[in-house]
């Protein structure tokens, strides 16, 4: 049974920093892309960064050279490290499972698996 829980999200002001954990279980190893969504409110989930089984990693536009997304495999565990935080970047954030691909898609459709959610603001 797969299960993502993600936490660290919290309140920070414009140009701070967050990290944000995923702890993931029951996941295929080293086959797999998992990623990091958002929503803020009145509009729709988007994709902000993604990584795979060999550890490539990509990122939205909007966020390249101020986030990282990593994963501790001893720990199951997926980051997010949010630098330089803008007050567009205040959101729900999701971390995503695809399943059991290398190939990373970014239509959020094509990640079977979600965490709860955890939420981050931004002040200006």
């Known amino acids: 049974q797969v299960q993502l829980v993600e936490s660290g999200g919290g309140s920070v002001q414009s140009g701070g920093s967050l990290r944000l954990s995923c702890t993931i279980s029951g996941y295929r190893y080293g086959v797999y892309c998992m990623a990091w969504f958002r929503q803020a409110p009145g509009k729709e989930r988007e994709g902000v960064a993604y990584?795979?089984?060999?550890?490539?990693?990509t990122y939205a536009d909007p966020v390249k050279g101020r986030f990282t997304i990593s994963q501790d495999i001893a720990k199951n565990t997926l980051y997010l490290q949010m630098n330089r935080l803008k007050p567009e970047d205040a959101a729900m954030y999701y971390c995503?499972?695809?399943?059991?691909?290398?190939?990373?898609?970014?239509?959020?459709?094509?990640?079977?698996?979600w965490g709860q959610g955890t939420q981050v603001t931004v002040s200006s």
């Open positions: 990584i795979n089984g060999y550890g490539v990693a």
């Open positions: 995503a499972y695809n399943g059991g691909s290398n190939y990373c898609s970014r239509p959020e459709s094509d990640f079977g698996y």
